[in-house]
């Protein structure tokens, strides 16, 4: 990812309504949420949340998929590691105990499943 299209991704997400839709498809990952479900749950109307939700596409931080009579809606995960790991490619100055931190604090606080069976 470059400096651009780490703007556009910034910008898409330094709007309110923009920045809860697109945590609440994370937090829906990997299964998606339906267009309307995510206009209720916002309470936004669905023209409004429509034209959010475009601005999250081009900057490729969602895509829409539709499935029968509704579009169900993902974040894209990898863009938006990209983005992030763009932001801190250059972090520390070969120093990595600063970034120590930054890493640690970006890690998820659910951790996967693992099978021992």
């Known amino acids: 990812m470059d400096d651009s299209e780490t703007i556009a991704a910034l910008a ?3 709007q309110p309504t923009r920045l809860a839709a697109f945590r609440l498809m994370v937090a829906r990952e990997p299964a998606g949420i ?3 479900e995510l ?3 916002l309470a936004v109307p669905q023209n409004t949340l429509s034209s959010h939700l475009a601005v999250l596409v081009r900057a490729g931080l969602a895509h829409g998929e539709r499935h ?3 579009i169900l809606y993902r974040a894209d995960l990898d863009r938006f590691r990209a983005m992030t790991l763009h932001l801190v490619q250059d972090c520390c100055g070969g120093r990595p105990e600063i970034c120590v931190p930054i890493i ?4 998820p606080p ?4 693992v ?3």
Do not use: E, Q
């Open 12 to 14: 898409a997400l330094a």
């Open 34 to 36: 339906p267009a309307g």
């Open 39 to 41: 206009a209720a749950l």
């Open 68 to 70: 029968s009579r509704s």
């Open 104 to 107: 640690r604090g970006l890690t």
């Open 110 to 113: 659910c951790s996967p499943k």
């Open 115 to 117: 099978d021992v069976s």
